[in-house]
């Protein structure tokens, strides 16, 4: 049996017990006891839920488990799952006006109401091998979508097409591309690309053309999404080991590390006020240049002018959790999906 625990804003601290029977049946639960006979104490539990993990025998990138789209107050720590299904749901970009999420499924791109709660289907014509690397832009008018086709030998490329639906434009002409960021003045998008053997950040004009490499160093480079005073890209880099996070101007120069913790920090995202950066954190035993589906993760909160991580969800999750842009736009809360089997 092994217990992990931990205050909040901490991480886990694990024990493991190997010689404890509990017969055949175990009940799982939590209690609350005052420790005096003479005195009545309340406890209150918030977000208590079981997580079934996968199987033992699953295949990564073939098999799926049951998906929530949750929304989190990064203050106060208070989840709500808003949508849930026993398909694969990934990656939620919070819309500018706040009235829904836009997350991938099975190809294809949704819009969820979050006042009508209901999902509907974003016309993206024959682009339909959509990803999870998806961006809003700041208009509110554009999104990205990266999306791979036969013809590209299932290579990913970087398209958009309008907020409601239509037929998407290529933007790149080589792939694999896989977009992260838009630059507020709507001009400029940057994507990870595999170009000789290597990924690293790039930036291209929306309207398409030569892309410009932004980052050479050796091992991946990846998450690029632009400050929303336009003054800086924020990504993920695993050059000096674990994968941590990182900034540079808009043209690539002053590159500078922020992050240097025993975990693996993924997709910095910058929220609307500039004030904070959130990110995702995998233990430091997922191999540094992977981002896999269905671990235990961390959602962290760091601010963006410098200063201490903390956490503010525990979850079971990753691949597909956080991926893209996922601020409200008042910058109280971000979407995220969690994971569990048997999720009706």
Not at 9 to 28: F, I
Request: a neutral charge.
């Amino acid at each position: 049996y092994t217990l992990s625990v931990a205050k909040t804003g901490d991480k886990y601290t694990t024990s493991e017990v190997a010689d404890l029977s509990l017969g055949e049946e175990v009940y799982v639960g939590l209690f609350v006891c005052s420790h005096n006979k003479d005195v009545l104490e309340k406890a209150v539990f918030r977000n208590v839920r079981i997580v079934i993990p996968v199987k033992d025998d699953f295949v990564p990138y073939r098999q799926y488990i049951g998906s929530y789209i949750e929304t989190l107050d990064v203050m106060n720590g208070h989840r709500l799952i808003v949508h849930q299904s026993p398909k694969s749901l990934q990656a939620p970009n919070w819309t500018p006006d706040g009235k829904a999420l836009i997350y991938n499924s099975e190809g294809l791109i949704y819009s969820f109401d979050l006042a009508g709660k209901k999902a509907t289907v974003v016309n993206t014509g024959a682009v339909t091998k959509n990803n999870n690397d998806h961006v809003i832009s700041f208009d509110g008018k554009m999104l990205g979508l990266s999306s791979s086709a036969a013809e590209d030998s299932n290579r990913s490329n970087v398209y958009v097409v309008p907020i409601g639906g239509g037929n998407p434009r290529r933007v790149t002409a080589s792939g694999p591309s896989y977009l992260h960021g838009w630059s507020p003045d709507g001009k400029f998008l940057t994507f990870t690309g595999q170009r000789n053997k290597e990924f690293d950040i790039y930036k291209i004009s929306v309207q398409g053309g030569a892309e410009t490499r932004l980052t050479t160093a050796k091992g991946l480079d990846d998450g690029s999404e632009y400050s929303p005073d336009g003054k800086y890209i924020y990504f993920n880099s695993a050059r000096t080991g674990l994968m941590q996070l990182w900034r540079m101007k808009t043209d690539g120069s002053m590159q500078e590390q922020l992050t240097s913790d025993s975990l693996n920090n993924w997709f910095p995202h910058v929220s609307p006020n500039g004030k904070w950066i959130a990110f995702i954190s995998f233990p430091k035993e997922v191999p540094a240049d992977d981002h896999p589906f269905y671990k235990h993760v961390y959602l962290r909160l760091r601010p963006a002018g410098g200063g201490e991580s903390k956490v503010i969800a525990y979850l079971y999750g990753g691949q597909g959790t956080i991926n893209t842009p996922s601020w409200s736009p008042d910058s109280k809360r971000i979407a995220f999906v969690s994971n569990s089997d048997g999720i009706r």
